[in-house]
Every structure is written in structure tokens, then in C-alpha cells.
């Protein structure tokens, strides 16, 4: 079934968020806080060595760098994008109607554990290429996969931040589900070089994630989303 793969990954991130919840009552402070750092300096290396594989090639013995410009053009003008339309602050304000719906105004990390949370489980070319991989094929293995993975970090991530991880899965369904709508409408309609672009920068936002995670300045990683975008453009018509 089409869409299998977005149902079984938000599914994972739910039962991750509450598993990490109950276990957060009874885990001590510095031990929530060791949690978060570890986890921050997990996303940080996830987002390196994804960039890594993208940024570098091998030629003649040595180390060569590639696209480059596309990424300092794309970050650049994604972020300009992103800051005119605030959209960084969007989601904040989103995160605290829900911290109201949800009756947790107690919680002065929801909103903060929120946006972390859904720009960390929705950026990627997991939740890109494994949409496409669902909505053309109905092949949901990637996303299962990534389901898997999403489900022990916001276990981890709720334990030491509380529920406002949770709720990650709404832009995750959301997201994932418009792209997998896309691909079963428009069929195979993404180059391979805009992908590649994607994950390129995808895993430079991937690392910003984590660095917010284990120190207190604040890099506003959604305001740069669309660089994502920016990319893929920028690789359809290389």
C-alpha cells in the first residue's frame, strides 16, 4: 500500500516519544542532561558524515571536494528565503497552540523539544528519497528503516525534554505524506542530481540540528530550509 511507509514512521516516532517519556519520570536530571548532549553529538556526526559522502571523492590519491558553490549558493539563498518568511518562528508559534491543545503550558521546553524534534526527523534524504521510493513503487523499506531510527532518537530526545518531541509526528506526516502524494501523481519527476543536492545540504542542516542540541546559541535551522529546495533546483538543471 502507497503511504505505508509514512504511517510506519510516524508510528515508530509516537511509541519513541512515549517510551522516552515514561522513562524520563524516573531518570535523574544529569542524567537527562548527559542524554540530550549525547544525543546532540550523535545528530552532529550523522550530519558530517552525510555531508562527507556528498562533499568529498576521491581523484588521483588524494581528497577532492565537490559542489561547493551549489551548497554556499544554496544555504545563502535559502536562508534569505527563510528568514523574509520567518519560518522558524511559524513553527514556534505552532508549537505553543499545540503546548496549549495539549495542555502543557507547565512545560517551558515544549516548544524548543518541538522544533528540534520535527526539523530533525523531517530533514533528510531519507524522508525525501524513502517518500518517492513509497509513492512510485510502494516500496516502504526506507522509510521503515528510518521509522526505526526516528523512534530511538525521540525516545531518547522525550526522556530528557519532555512530550513536546512527541508531536514531531505531525509535520513528519505531513511532510512525508505531500511528498509521497507528489511522486504517485508525477511519477519518477526528480533528477538524480537534485537529490544528490538535497542530501548535500539536508546533512549540513542535520549537523546545525545537533549543535543546538549541546550548546546554547541558537542557529534558526528551519529559517534555512529552504536551501534544501534551492539545491534541488539548482541540481535539476546542472
Known amino acids: 500500500m502507497k503511504g505505508l511507509g509514512t504511517i510506519i514512521n510516524v508510528a515508530c516516532v509516537i511509541a519513541g516519544g512515549l517510551i522516552g517519556c515514561g522513562a524520563g519520570n524516573r ?21 558530517i558524515g552525510g555531508t562527507m559522502a556528498q562533499m568529498l571523492t576521491v581523484s588521483e590519491g588524494g581528497l577532492k571536494t565537490n559542489d561547493t558553490v551549489m551548497m554556499i549558493i544554496s ?36 516548544t524548543d523539544s518541538f522544533v528540534s524534534a520535527s526539523c530533525t526527523i523531517c530533514i533528510g534524504a531519507m524522508a525525501i528519497i524513502g517518500s518517492i521510493q513509497d509513492g512510485i513503487y510502494g516500496d516502504y523499506s526506507i522509510l521503515a528503516t528510518k521509522g526505526l531510527i526516528d523512534g530511538i532518537f525521540i525516545c531518547v530526545m522525550a526522556a530528557s525534554q519532555g512530550k513536546g518531541c512527541i508531536f514531531s509526528a505531525l509535520p513528519l506526516g505531513l511532510w512525508q505524506g ?37 550548546r546554547e546559541k541558537h542557529i534558526r535551522v528551519a529559517n534555512i530550509l529552504p536551501a534544501v529546495f534551492a539545491a534541488a533546483v539548482i541540481g535539476a538543471f546542472r
Open 178 to 214: 505531500l511528498v509521497t502524494v507528489l511522486a504517485v501523481i508525477a511519477g519518477d519527476f526528480m533528477p538524480e542530481n537534485a537529490l544528490n543536492n538535497m542530501n548535500y545540504v539536508g546533512n549540513i542542516l542535520i549537523c546545525c540540528i545537533g549543535l543546538n542540541l549541546i
Open 75 to 110: 544555504l545563502a539563498l535559502g536562508t534569505l528565503i527563510g528568514e523574509l518568511m520567518d519560518i522558524e518562528g511559524n513553527i514556534e508559534r505552532f508549537g505553543e497552540w499545540l503546548k496549549v491543545k495539549s495542555r502543557s503550558t507547565g512545560d517551558s521546553a515544549f
Open 27 to 47: 531518570i535523574k536530571e544529569h542524567m537527562r542532561e548527559t542524554l540530550m548532549t549525547v544525543t546532540g553529538i550523535s545528530v552532529v556526526f550523522m550530519g
